[in-house]
């Protein structure tokens, strides 16, 4: 990222987008050592920059200009990074760094909830996670009615009576299956943020041949808050009223944010013969934002409602990448050039039991509230790539030793494959017993479901519920693929070969005519 923000005319936003011309990566590609570089983000089309440390990289090309042997996405620019082949020395190296912000580091008032005890790594320990029944798509939820909390004789042969005892035991088993959750935010002073970066690199031999090592894993965990957000909403209304822009929603903020950002790389390069090398090169990347949001204010647009919105979200993301590449150069065959590489990628989005507890006056289930009841999501998104390219590069001097050129032309195939799917869980409690106190008291372990065992009266089992799952229980999910096949070919000369060669034509037509 410091690189890429050098480089006239390109710009690095949150210290690892690249924006090239004042286009966002939407419009800009990213390569590694000209493969596309997949983001672990499926709102961001490229990847972050910091994941790879300086040390390992040979150079940065940004193109601003296409020709046809760049990516077809090709719009703003390309970033193309080069790894290195064979470390110019032997070194190692351990760099440390640590930060402190006013307005975060020891803030009492920081925005938090009880986490995983992996959280560090940025990885959830299982903890968020589902259980896999609520996965079934044909998983039938059932609807809490009256009937459900009356006695039920578990003896009786009527329809209706063996319905609602089976439908109780059904929607007790679930609620409690998907076990307890906060639902709002704590305070809790964060430490310093931190960093770390170990590298280390080697050229030796093997078979009489140079083979050269690079290793790598950067590490940084960092804290950021404020408690003095504005939020506003507005409707935009006919030309000529005076109120063109009528406020909708109006809220204060408050917000902290946990992130965690670290990469394990290696790269290795054999050198064949003098003119012949191959490399491998292997990446992984996880990435972690952690955060706990509050918003009061008012709904003007429903009834002046008087809002507490509470949001606790944890997003995993990781990248694995193993690229193979091989450089040949055949000096008996007029200096052709043939360069090949073929990479495997996988990227995932986990977005693990997020949670909402919106409420009006401290009570949920109210017209205009979204969502209207206390709710619990889960995404998940996994893609697997293949990105396979093989380039010709012949040299050719037209017009003597004094000007060079070259004619190229090569092969290019990319495959995806992607899975998403994603669940939604909402709570409710009995209409006679509504909830208007501490949402993180909301769901605690003896709150799940009903009383257990529920109260029986001899041939009459009553459930005491507390909290059910309330229907409908979104379920989304998708698959997709993607195919790019390519071919091009190109011929490079340089300017003065095109006007010397111009003007040939032209005498040449002279001649003739």
Known sequence: GDIVARVSGATVVEGKYAVIRGLTDRYSAATLNGAELPSADPYRRSASLDMFPAKIIDRVTVTKTFTPDQPGSFTGGNINIVTKSFPDRPFASVEFGAAYNTQTTGNDDYLTYNRGRTDWLGMDDGSRQLAEDFWDFTLNLPTYRSQLGRPINFTSTSPAVRRNLADAAELERLTELAGPAQFGPTRNAPPPAHSFVAAAGDTTHFLGRPVGVFLSVPYAHSYAFYDNGVVTRVNYNEVGNPDLLEQDKAFTEAKGTEE?????????????????????????????????????????????????????????????SHQFKGEHLFQGVAGLRADWLATFTQTTQDEPDTRFYHVNNGQFNISGLDPKFPTRYWR???????????????????????TDAQFKFGLFSNEAERNYRERSLSYNTPADRPWAGDPNAFLTRDRLGAANPPTTNGNFVTYAWRTFLQPPSDVSFYTGESQVPATYAMLELPVGTIAATATQV???LKFQD
């Open 506 to 508: 032209g005498d040449l």
């Open 260 to 320: 965690v950002n670290w990469a394990a790389t290696t790269t290795l390069a054999y050198q064949l013969l003098p003119d012949q090398q191959v490399g491998y090169t292997f990446i992984y990347n996880q990435y972690s934002e952690d955060s706990a949001r509050i918003r009061r204010g008012q709904d003007y647009y429903n009834m002046n409602l008087n809002l507490t919105l509470n949001r606790l979200q944890f997003i995993e993301r990781s990248l694995l």
């Open 380 to 402: 998940e998104l996994e893609e697997n790539s293949r990105n396979l390219r093989l380039d010709f590069t012949l040299p050719f001097r037209p017009y003597g030793d004094a």
